[in-house]
């Protein structure tokens, strides 16, 4: 059961991490490019953006953290060789979740679904937007590696 519970977490990290690189490169730098444009009459400029991003993540993090702090916790309760990398991959995991939250809450809601009339701070709004995502990718993809390590460890072939 915790060899198929690691290859889930597995996926589902893997899912995260990929999510969030798509948004970098190609959702957030489309959306760069747009701003060239101006929009007089109060409107979103991103009316193709009707869905929340959060529902990028939700499927994703629903799932794996339970899933990876129960593996966790039995993993360190039951002295499994490894145990330090699925806590790691579990730490890192709520860092950046904290982080999505965050940008999901005060920035993305605002940047993709209320009117932008002042261009500098849509561009501020950008600028933390991409700042915070560098640090959120490298994030996913440790707790992505620390869970392989774990996997590795554990599962035999």
Excluded at 78 to 85: E, K, M, R, T, Y
Excluded at 114 to 127: C, E, I, V, W
């Amino acid at each position: 059961m915790n060899e198929f519970l690691g290859w889930l977490t597995l996926l589902l990290l893997a899912q995260w991490l990929f999510g969030n690189i798509y948004e970098a490169i190609a959702f957030v730098p489309n959306l760069i490019s747009l701003f060239k444009l101006t929009n007089a009459s109060g409107e979103a400029l991103f009316k193709t953006k009707r869905k929340s991003p959060v529902a990028y993540y939700v499927p994703a993090v629903a799932l794996v953290a339970p899933i990876e702090t129960t593996l966790a916790i039995v993993s360190v309760r039951n002295h499994v060789p490894g145990a330090g990398f699925i806590v790691a991959s579990c730490i890192l995991l709520f860092v950046g979740v904290g982080i999505t939250f965050y940008v999901v809450r005060n920035i993305n809601l605002d940047l993709f679904f209320k009117p932008q009339t002042d261009l500098n701070r849509t561009r501020k709004l950008l600028h933390t937007w991409s700042v915070l995502n560098y640090i959120r990718i490298p994030v996913a993809a440790a707790a992505l590696v620390t869970m392989i390590l774990w996997i590795r460890m554990n599962v035999h072939y």
